[in-house]
């Protein structure tokens, strides 16, 4: 699904990316852990386009994606949430769902004019889709309330929400468990273990342990800026140098 050959990024000092490459198989969640300053949500950004690599390849799906525009990467089926989820606040949670799949016919500006009958069906399908999703996440019950209302695990289940409704391949999540209840988060886990077996393919990254060893197989480690090991939840947590990059 996704290949990365010796992705680099450095911001004119030491190498924050340090020529990482991996491979995401089809069909997987692979977790992507280390300790804080690892380079992880720099090396998301380059796989998200946020941030355009000095060096290096990354491919989705067959395609060469590394100095694509972050719209032109979610196009393409790769989509991302945030460590601190943004909604529009003043909007409902269901018209922040709806706005978030690409050209809709109602935002062109004639449209609305000459294709209304065509802007009227495509919204009525794309207010159904949201309806499910918003729906598989556990939150219809707050559908017509502005997203200011909600805790931050609901946001996070919203942010799921809106990524979902645009039908992506692959799933960037970043740290999904932060700063969440353990009621939601179980609840946050399941529903990525349920879109796992529905062929949603995730990278994932976490420091909470028990979401990593329960849910990511591999599990890849950066340090420093450079891949450190990848493998099986149980060997990494075992391994002498990931015990060394945690704890010093």
């Known amino acids: 699904m996704l290949i ?6 450095g911001f004119g000092g030491p ?4 020529r990482v490459s991996f491979t995401l198989p089809r069909g997987c969640i692979m977790g992507l852990i280390g300790p804080n300053g690892a380079g992880k949500t720099t090396l998301f950004n380059c796989l998200a386009g946020s941030l355009r690599p000095e ?33 529009f606040p003043a909007m ?5 769902v709806m706005l978030a799949p690409q050209a809709q016919l109602g935002e062109r500006f004639w449209a609305n004019w000459f294709q209304a009958g065509s802007v009227a069906a495509q919204e009525r399908a794309l207010r159904e889709r949201a309806r499910h999703w918003i729906n598989f996440v556990g939150l219809s019950h707050l559908i017509q309330q502005p997203a200011r209302v909600l805790s931050g695990g609901q946001r996070k289940l919203l942010e799921l929400a809106r990524v979902l409704v645009a039908e992506p391949k692959l799933i ?21 273990a349920a879109l796992n077996a529905l062929g949603t393919s995730f990278l994932i990254i976490e420091h909470n342990m028990e979401l990593v060893m329960s849910l ?14 990848e493998g099986a939840p149980e060997e990494v947590r075992r391994d002498p140098r990931v015990i060394e990059a945690y704890l010093g």
């Not at 089926?77 to 909604?87: N, S, Y």
């Open 15 to 18: 190498l924050i990316v340090d």
């Open 172 to 192: 960037l999540l970043d740290e999904p468990a932060a700063g969440v209840a353990p009621p939601l988060l179980a609840i946050i886990m399941e529903k990525i």
């Open 55 to 87: 060096a290096g390849t990354l491919t989705l799906d067959g395609t060469r994606i590394e100095r694509l525009r972050p719209d032109e990467v979610f196009a393409r089926g790769m989509a991302r949430t945030f460590q601190i989820p943004r909604p």
């Open 92 to 96: 409902t949670v269901l018209e922040n």
């Open 216 to 229: 990511c197989r591999p599990v890849m480690v950066l340090a420093q800026g450079r891949k450190l090991l």
């Open 4 to 9: 990365a050959e010796g992705l680099t990024k």
